[in-house]
């Protein structure tokens, strides 16, 4: 069965700084990834998606993602983190066939910006 | 923009209540979904449905029942609510078209079971 792994729970990063969070997953054929974030108390709202094509996917907000088969990986990625990019970040990889699709979540990593 | 729209924000209930929880899409998507977040444990899917009267489990149905008689709304029903049941509860739709159609969330219903 498929299953995606987020190995951070949680993450602090300076203001202005870079970031990184980590994403792998287990997909026997070519998979659907997705990147969502959820502020406090909302729903989540998706930031990028990797179908093919290009294994470096530029999504909203500044974030990026690259695809790397060889590591079954799919980091997100931000050069300068601001201060409203407090949230948690869920990684998601889809599952079905064409037409239809279920997502399969990590636990998601919460990132913390420090002044 | 796509609008998933659940109609609570918070709700407190008693155990042994019948629970209902309203989830209203307005842009036509075939597929709605029904997850619950749990913290450490991310979102699992409980119920989903592709058509109207459809509806398929998910990882996690146990306690749980779900109606979808237009096409629009998706309703998540807890028969008889215990404390387990606790948590927030997040309504998807997306789109039947080429794979890989993102879902649409709506905003979430925290749920209390006392």
């Known amino acids: 069965a498929q299953s995606v792994t987020q190995p951070d729970i949680h993450i602090t990063v300076s203001e202005g700084a870079s970031l990184e969070l980590r994403c792998n997953y287990s997909y026997g054929a070519t998979p659907y990834l997705f990147w969502y974030v959820q502020s406090p108390g909302q729903g989540l709202q998706l930031l990028l998606k990797y179908f093919s094509g290009d294994t470096l996917v530029q999504g909203i907000k500044g974030f990026e993602a690259e695809f790397k088969r060889s590591q079954s990986s799919f980091n997100l990625r931000k050069p300068s983190v601001h201060w409203s990019d407090a949230a948690e970040y869920f990684c998601?990889?889809?599952?079905?066939?064409?037409?239809?699709?279920?997502?399969?979540f990590g636990t998601g990593t919460r990132l913390l910006v420090s002044p | 923009d796509v609008k998933v729209t659940q109609s609570s924000r918070y709700l407190v209930k008693r155990t042994g209540e019948k629970v209902f929880l309203e989830c209203v899409q307005d842009?036509?998507?075939?597929?709605m979904f029904w997850y619950r977040q749990d913290p450490g444990l991310g979102l699992r899917l409980i119920y989903f449905?592709?058509?109207?009267?459809?509806?398929e489990k998910g990882d996690i149905p146990e306690g749980y029942s779900v109606s979808r008689e237009k096409k629009e709304r998706f309703s998540l029903i807890l028969e008889s609510a215990s404390t387990n049941q606790t948590s927030m509860y997040l309504c998807a739709s997306s789109h039947q078209g080429h794979s890989g159609q993102p879902q649409h969330f709506g905003d979430g219903t925290r749920l209390s079971i006392l």
């Open positions: 842009m036509d998507h075939e597929n």
């Open positions: 449905s592709y058509d109207v009267k459809m509806k």
């Open positions: 998601a990889v889809g599952q079905g066939s064409a037409g239809f699709q279920k997502l399969v």
